[in-house]
């Protein structure tokens, strides 16, 4: 097992460059809106959200009553699938009531739609192009120049606010990529977006507006978030800042998960909870990358081609995963233990393994892969090679060498 890794070893230092929007956070924030939006020289705000949410009043009424004059329209057509017709969609509705900047309003893929709305309103090519770029690359170039800003009101966990980065797909169906692209067993081609003007200029954290959505999608996108904390502690490109608001917030969430699973969703026990999401994705998506590791990794794989939810995903693989680094890496499991309540362990690596089962036990979730509408055994070559491929497996914690035949055997651990 390699010795722990101490921030003070790496040659070179540290370097952390981070640009958050402005925070508000509390009860009763969404009224807030108005004033956010003054205080940015924000005059009319298109509302991004899915047809769900624009059609429930506890969730769509306290933000377009805290936005008051300054509600331009609600587009309420986002879908999981952030398809980039939707988007363009969006930006048509943007430009009709001529809006000056988007409020995201959901869970993560209205969020990634609005970022994808922001920087087609600065893209003056058609709209055969664009689709033509993200299948050929994987992405869509951000040109230069302002781009439409983003509020960010979210209403699930899985921390996606904070960040510069967004996902986007497009079907052949919508006319902007040819079929030929679309990679076999998939419906459409997808990739990411990325630039720092993308970070939201606000984020309004409610703790009311998190309370209206349905138990079981807060819990599955808790666990998402949940693991950007436990990844951001051993990610070789862990930094103190980053250290110091990731432990905090895996303590507030290993309590609040807790007690959310055992009490219900309501503004009270959500509070503490909301409070440690917001703060382990403090700085863990930056100009130069992110800590997102191994556990993501996984995720990604097992949701690419699967109908598994990441939360899920995340939910049954994060036991495994973690015992997986601490029998071959140090993985900073003094520090993830103390930050997750057990400071004094005798076995640090088992009780962080335990606490993240407990809390994944706690929120109901599932903790075998056969129970979850993922791959079957004889894919698992398929999904591990995918695994190592993945971006993420950058950030392992250091001395660990990735191998297919490992995270295979992961997998079926997990099975």
């Known amino acids: 097992m390699s010795p722990p890794d101490s921030l003070t070893d790496r040659r070179g230092g540290i370097r952390f ?24 020289g924000i005059e009319r705000a298109l509302v991004v959200c899915g047809s769900t949410v624009g059609s429930t009043p506890a969730v769509i009424d306290p933000v377009t009553d805290g936005l008051g004059d300054r509600l331009a329209d609600v587009f309420d057509e986002t879908t999981p699938e952030k398809r980039l017709d939707t988007a363009y969609d969006g930006l048509d509705a943007a430009r009709e009531h001529d ?14 739609v609005a970022k994808v709305i922001s920087v087609l309103s600065a893209d003056d090519r058609d709209s055969a192009a664009v689709g033509a770029e993200l299948a050929d690359t994987g992405s869509i170039s951000v040109p230069d120049g302002s781009l439409l800003p983003v509020v960010a009101v979210p209403t699930t966990l899985a921390g996606a606010d904070l960040s510069a980065v967004a996902g986007v797909t497009a079907s ?36 009311e507006l998190f309370a209206t959505t349905p138990e079981r999608i807060l819990a599955a996108s808790a666990m998402n978030g949940f693991d950007k904390g436990i990844e951001t502690l051993y990610a070789r490109n862990a930094t103190p800042v980053t250290d110091a ?29 909301v409070e440690g999401i917001w703060l382990v994705q403090y700085g863990i998506s930056r100009p130069d990358g992110t800590t997102l590791s191994m556990i993501h990794a996984f995720g ?17 693989v994060a036991p495994h995963v973690l015992r ?41 979730l599932p903790s075998r892969l056969r129970d979850v509408d993922g791959p079957d055994p004889e894919a698992f070559p398929q999904v591990a090679e995918a695994i190592v491929a993945d971006s993420f497996v950058a950030n392992a914690p250091r001395g660990l060498d990735v191998e297919a035949a490992e995270i295979e055997a992961v997998l079926r651990d997990a099975y």
């Open 17 to 40: 460059e981070y640009d958050p929007g402005v925070v508000r956070f509390g009860e009763g924030a969404a009224a807030e809106l108005a004033n956010e939006l003054d205080e940015q």
């Open 99 to 112: 809006a000056d900047a988007l409020v995201a309003l959901g869970g993560g893929s209205s969020l990634d």
């Open 172 to 207: 052949p169906e919508s006319g902007l990529v040819d079929e030929r692209a679309v990679p076999p067993g998939t419906d459409a081609v997808g990739g990411g977006v990325s630039d720092p003007r993308l970070m939201p200029t606000a984020t309004v954290y409610d703790p």
């Open 245 to 273: 608001t990731a432990a905090r917030g895996l303590g507030l969430l290993a309590d609040g998960l807790r007690k959310f699973g055992e009490e219900g969703a309501t503004a009270e026990t959500l509070e503490p909870v």
């Open 300 to 316: 990604h794989g097992l949701t690419r081609t699967y109908d598994v939810q990441q939360g899920a995903a995340h939910a049954v």
């Open 324 to 364: 997986y680094l601490f029998e071959r890496v140090d993985a900073r499991r003094d520090l993830l233990a103390e930050a997750l309540g057990a400071p004094d362990a005798p076995d640090p690596a088992e009780a962080v393994i335990d606490a993240v089962a407990e809390v994944r036990d706690a929120l109901d």
